[in-house]
DNA sequence: GCGGCAGGCGCAAGCGCTTGCGGTCCTTTT
DNA sequence: AAAAGGACCGCAAGCGCTTGCGCCTGCCGC
């Protein structure tokens, strides 16, 4: 039954193939009466038409590939998962292709890995070098990003530089002067541009704010809890402390309030951390972060490719901004505030709701420089309020 | 370039598009010297087959799918990735189809959806009912299942009742008798194996120690981590406390922990927590717990179907157990010990290495009770030690 | 030196679907 | 009422590859 060819169903129905071709894709040309004797008869027989041979007179795959450096990591799986959603509902097939180790990647694109065998490509969180740029357009199909972009690919992303500098913002209206950064992967094997905006964010938060670089301050955490660690200790290690610690990410925050337990440091009346990303976890940790919703870019990008692929002149090159938001939890505090209670990372109260919270400044507001700092401090403080935790 | 026929390839190589088939797939029949005429010629005009002609003429796919409940939990996304590097190498494509909701498994398997697309497929972690399986069997493919089994397919899982039998033999072995557990989904829209299993170990445990049952002892967390939070404070609430709990999560024994402190509750001191798992947050929190090596095995159930889909004949059905091992970290403790410094959850030291660490007794040993409650008891004191933990 | 054998190679027939083109037949339009 | 126009439908030619089957060499054995 699940063998049927085209043939069956048309004598089933007592029509030519064609007619079977045609009703059953609704295209035009066929009668609603034969469509309805096509139908039972497809049905009955349990037919559904063979992709393969679909594909080769059609030229089209009904197939979308996913390329990311990293399966396992949440931002990845998250992402993953509102991508497939979406490409599944619009009845396509999804290839995933993870480039785990830069030798996958090693001429990845230039082999005809994908060549014929997809209708578009999504790339995630890759920085493209201008030969990889080549093969992708040589491939011919639509191409989207997410987490970067290029001029010629629709992309989106959310705007590192802008969400890193309202995360080190808010603890500069805290009244941090000495504000420490974890950052990222330092060789970048995958390119990537991630830790470089961000960190780009976080000096210009601080020469905004009019306080002078300290090289001295910025570590590297490699993405991981362990190194989120590592690096802490490191800060703690050098001469005067930081009130303050942004991290690149949330894994990198985790490690580093765990290193700074373990020194007896209290968070936040001792020093205060900041992470990015809003990992589930974070909210366990209670920890302040810039939020930003993995899933829905996801859906969006694939939104996109769906609509690319479906359209036969080529869609418009559309590279948009996924919003983020400050959320403000308990492990940042105003400098020298009197201690509250023995602190607690660990979920000695939760956060309810989400509280009032905000768009990031990111969309066509570049440059309006002193104002939005002025605006974002008022922010900053009503989303405190807004955000305090009940007891439980 | 990227769109050469292999008729233009026979051409510039002098020979018919049968020997540049023949060459390019080296089955045999062509002189070597045309073979490298032939390879040349496609390397010159970066040609490569298309699939779906070539899947057309041979009835081959070269796909597998793989389908899972969810892909954003980490079990899954690292089981994903292991299955992913095996089918890539072997030069597969690989479906992801996810079956989020339980309208989107309505139906999946008797909808055509996998017929005629794949040549294998990898269920992960779903119990089929009996029409799911014919719809399967139907699909006239090799399948393969992780994380659950049935007669028919081959497949590879963990033996999660044994595995859950030495966790909270691991708690008895340390004194304790009133052991609650926190278990997975109640209801079972996914017809989950697992939270089943878990607890039936945990209850062959008990009895084998002589502990008789107590169901107020038992309840749900839904795997999630405020599931577990909220368990926990539920099994706080009731009568005499318990002096360990058993998590058949580590998400849920981490709401555990959570929960526990917000009371003032000191682990271990007043109360042992084990999970399950080893998530990679276990660690993090110096949590005892079950590990499994979840990438290994999708890796292994991926040879395992690559294997099957390449061999004509059937391939004989293979239902493997993955071994599981205790980690004993610091979360579980002697009952009624004196109580060590201050406890603190999050980190106050680092887990070096592995230790020594064991295979779980659940391979052809089934039915030696006694025995090897008594050799377990020994090899949890020897882990214990050689665990411990230095500080950083 | 001749029959035979086998390795190399090309022919052509598919694989199962889609689609341009034309043929019917039934409505409209004039 | 005749012609023009559609609506429907089938024919057949592909889509680009694989593969069974013959043919043609050259080479071996007797």
């Known amino acids: 039954m699940?063998?049927?060819?085209?043939?069956?169903?048309?004598?089933?129905?007592?029509?030519?193939?064609?007619?079977?071709?045609r009703s059953l894709r609704d295209v035009g040309g066929v009668s609603a009466k034969t469509t309805e004797r096509v139908r039972a008869a497809a049905e009955q027989l349990g037919y559904s038409a063979s992709p393969a041979a679909s594909r080769l007179a059609t030229g089209r795959t009904g197939t979308l590939a996913i390329v990311m450096p990293n399966l396992t990591r949440w931002f990845f799986a998250e992402l993953l998962g509102g991508v497939e959603q979406v490409v599944r509902e619009a009845g396509l097939d999804l290839l995933v292709h993870n480039l785990g180790d830069t030798e996958t990647r090693q001429g990845y694109f230039s082999s005809g890995l994908l060549r014929k065998r997809v209708d578009g490509v999504l790339l995630v969180t890759l920085a493209l070098t201008e030969p990889e740029i080549d093969a992708l357009m040589a491939l011919d199909v639509p191409v989207c990003m997410v987490g970067t972009d290029v001029e010629s690919f629709s992309s989106i992303r959310i705007d590192d530089v802008q969400s890193a500098s309202t995360a080190v913002r808010h603890l500069v209206n805290l009244g941090h002067r000495r504000i420490g950064l974890i950052s990222g992967a330092p060789d970048e094997p995958m390119h990537y541009t991630v830790p470089v905006h961000r960190r780009l964010g976080y000096r210009a938060a601080l020469e905004a704010a009019g306080i002078p670089a300290d090289r001295d301050l910025e570590v590297h955490g490699d993405f991981t809890i362990r190194g989120g660690d590592e690096a802490t200790t490191q800060l703690l290690g050098q001469g005067e402390l930081p009130t303050a610690i942004f991290a690149?990410?949330?894994e990198m925050a985790f490690g580093a309030l765990r290193a700074l337990r373990r020194v007896g440091l209290q968070v936040p009346?001792?020093?205060?951390?900041?992470?990015?990303?809003?990992h589930p976890m974070a909210e366990y940790f209670d920890l302040t972060t810039i939020s930003q919703d993995v899933r829905e870019q996801g859906r969006q990008v694939a939104q996109q490719l769906v609509a690319a692929v479906s359209r036969p002149d080529g869609a418009p090159v559309r590279r948009l901004h996924a919003p983020t938001r400050l959320v403000v939890r308990?492990?940042?505090a105003v400098l020298g505030a009197e201690p509250r209670r023995a602190p607690s990372l660990a979920g000695n109260r939760t956060v309810p709701g989400q509280g009032a919270q905000h768009q990031s400044p990111d969309k066509g507001r570049r440059g309006s420089g002193?104002?939005?700092?002025?605006?974002?401090?008022?922010?900053?403080?009503?989303?405190?309020?807004?955000?305090r935790p009940l007891a439980t």
Chains 1, 2 share one sequence.
Do not use: H, M, W, Y
Not at 371 to 376: D, E, G, K, N
């Open 2 to 21: 699940a063998k049927a060819t085209i043939e069956e169903v048309a004598n089933l129905a007592g029509v030519s193939p064609s007619s079977v071709s």
């Open 248 to 250: 690149e990410s949330d």
């Open 269 to 278: 009346a001792d020093i205060s951390v900041i992470g990015f990303d809003d």
């Open 330 to 332: 308990g492990t940042t």
């Open 370 to 387: 002193p104002p939005a700092l002025a605006r974002q401090s008022a922010t900053d403080q009503k989303e405190r309020r807004g955000q």
